[in-house]
């Protein structure tokens, strides 16, 4: 008897964590776009956000999960979320270097929106890259990896998933059968101008599932993260304002004060407004560290960034400026990962479980790929109908489509301009008679891989652009500078009243 076979599209934390369960029983191959090396994992200087500190508990870190989402979370996926975190968390830390502090304990970080140091990092500020590493080392010879492929469409029969298309650096189209296929191919950042993403992060997988018939959902809620290197290349952790640095304009008065009593320590999305605000107002914001002890040593990620855009970190001030970050929205799926579709599944930050509700707590994503990507494998290994599946094959495509397709820095240009960090409903429908120019109903199959990729790109961000145009409130990363909704609403009432609005 034949062992089931997966098939996993992507190849960051939570491709790796599906597979790292798999393997010995099943046959895992993943596919990736690029190198195995691109993707936003490895770039994560944050931590993973665990409560097991003494002082804390699943339930604190729960409510903090919920009141950076606006309450819009689904509450199951929350509570999944930080109670099996613990238990995923007190495993891990026994077998990878955590960092800790001169009495030997966890050192526990804070960020924006927790109320407790319950952040564990590894190398300091390289949490990502050596989690990557620890995954990729056991899964190394294991499994079948597949590099420089896009996926292009599910394989479709019966209304089931039966595999992907995929294309190469050639042009040529590879078909690839398996039992069940796992979308873990990331958010959508790379849409927008300014991102901490790997260019490869494009929404491709989310494309992928919307067309092939499976529900997405949240697709509005674009996280901007508040602190990206200004003319400059890289992120700023969170962890950095967690362990004191402090926002200021050029001359050096704390923005924050003025947005939000939690101050440098909001959530994200009114972070990334406030800087905004300033900015309109021809301000520049800077990231004032000179406070910090240790810096180098504690953010050594951070300080090689900040080296390669030229910045002197001896005067303490780093110039930011917020950029996309973190899709919340994505492929509707349970708390075992099943799309709508049966046998298609979305784990990480392509799927959507509801765990992030409106704007994801800082620290969480990780997290989110270390617990769901576990309780995906585990459902799989469950599984046991096995049907017979047509060989593998591969074709030169016929790449006969000759439609006219903007360029991809038109599409970021447009899509920052009417669809970002504050939206109204002019701009949004500027933005959807703009992508609607482009529709096609040509098959992707009939396109080069250049034509496929701009495609996602296009089918993303009019789920984006849509899905913000049908939500006329403001809540969490969704802000409409036109919104309906009352500022003086009780957190109920504007539950209840964002819960009755239709998504896509």
Known sequence: MRKPKVLIIGAGIAAHIVASKLFATMDVVMITKKSVHANNSVKA???????????????????????????????????????????????????????KNFQGNIDFGREGAHKLRRIIHLGGDQTGKLLMHYYQHIVRGKVEIIENHTAVDCLMEDNKCIGMVTIDEADSLHYHYADHIILATGGCGALYQATSNDPTVTGDGIAIAYRAGAVVKDMEFVQFHPTM????????????????????DSQL???????????DLAPRDIVARAIFAEEQKGNTIFLQMNQLAH????????????????????????????CAHFLMGGIKVNLDGESTIPNLYAVGEAACT?????????????????????????????????????????????????????????????????????????????????????????????MTRQQVEICHMLWTAYLITTSALKRKSSIG?????????????????????VKEEVLS
């Open 45 to 99: 200087q944050g931590g993973v956000a665990a409560a097991i500190a003494p002082d804390d508990c699943w339930y604190y870190h729960y409510q903090d999960t919920l009141t950076a989402g606006g309450n819009y979370n689904e509450k199951k996926a929350v509570q999944f979320l930080t109670k099996e975190g613990i238990v995923q968390m007190l495993q891990l830390i026994s077998q990878l270097p955590v960092d």
């Open 229 to 248: 290197i200004k003319g400059g290349k890289g992120l700023i952790s969170e962890a950095v304002r967690g362990e004191g640095a402090v926002l200021v």
């Open 253 to 263: 008065r704390p923005i924050m004060k003025d947005y939000h009593p939690d101050q």
């Open 295 to 322: 810096f180098k040593k504690r953010f050594p990620q951070v300080t090689e960034l900040c080296e390669m855009s030229h910045i002197n970190l001896e005067n303490g001030l780093i110039p930011v400026t917020p």
């Open 354 to 446: 509801g765990v992030h509700g409106a704007n994801r707590l800082a620290s969480n994503s990780l997290l989110e790929a270390i617990v769901f990507g576990d309780r995906l494998a585990k459902s799989l290994k469950n599984q046991k109908n096995l049907r017979s599946l047509p060989a593998n094959f591969s074709q030169p495509a016929d790449a006969t489509c000759e439609e006219v397709f903007p360029a991809i820095s038109e599409l970021k240009m447009n899509m920052t301009k009417y669809a970002g960090i504050v939206r109204s409903e002019d701009q949004l429908t500027k933005m959807k008679l703009w992508l609607e120019q482009y529709k096609s109903d040509l098959p992707l199959t009939k």
């Open 477 to 497: 990363a969704h802000y409409r500078k036109d919104s309906l909704h009352n500022p003086l609403m009780t957190p109920i009432e504007r539950q209840k009243y």
